[in-house]
């Protein structure tokens, strides 16, 4: 099993930045993949962001590309979400994510093995 424990979100002015933190716990072992997805009330989940377990591989959806970045600290063991330029319309429950048997590709697919509970980012106009 695995714990993802994500913090960082809130409520932030339209053009705002925040950082989102997620930290992994249980059977880590090895490399792994971690990603970042969000849903918004009403729609589906959706990919924004993944990262390799060195960090040189990273993945973008094209909403977010130029506004968000994705980083780890293995040392720390946590990945962050760096989010800039926040916009209305990236309100929305973020999720963290993690696949261990395959690189950020395969996290952007959606083929995800553990989630975070969740947690909330508001932009407000």
């Known amino acids: 099993q695995v714990q993802l424990v994500e913090s960082g979100g809130g409520l932030v002015q339209a053009g705002g930045s925040l950082r989102l933190s997620c930290a992994p716990s249980?059977?880590?072992?090895?490399?792994?993949?971690m990603g970042w997805f969000r849903q918004a009330p009403g729609r589906n989940r959706e990919f924004v962001a993944a990262?390799?377990?060195?960090?040189?591989?990273?993945y973008y959806a094209d909403s977010v590309k130029g506004r968000f970045t994705i980083s780890r600290d293995n040392a720390k063991n946590t990945v962050y979400l760096q989010m800039n330029s926040l916009k209305l319309e990236d309100t929305a429950v973020y999720y963290c994510?993690?696949?261990?048997?395959?690189?950020?590709?395969?996290?952007?697919?959606?083929?995800?093995?553990?989630w975070g509970q969740g947690t909330q980012v508001t932009v407000s106009s």
């Open positions: 994510a993690i696949n261990r048997g395959g690189g950020p590709s395969t996290i952007a697919t959606g083929l995800v093995e553990y």
């Open positions: 249980g059977r880590t072992y090895g490399t792994y993949a």
């Open positions: 990262i390799s377990y060195s960090g040189g591989s990273t």
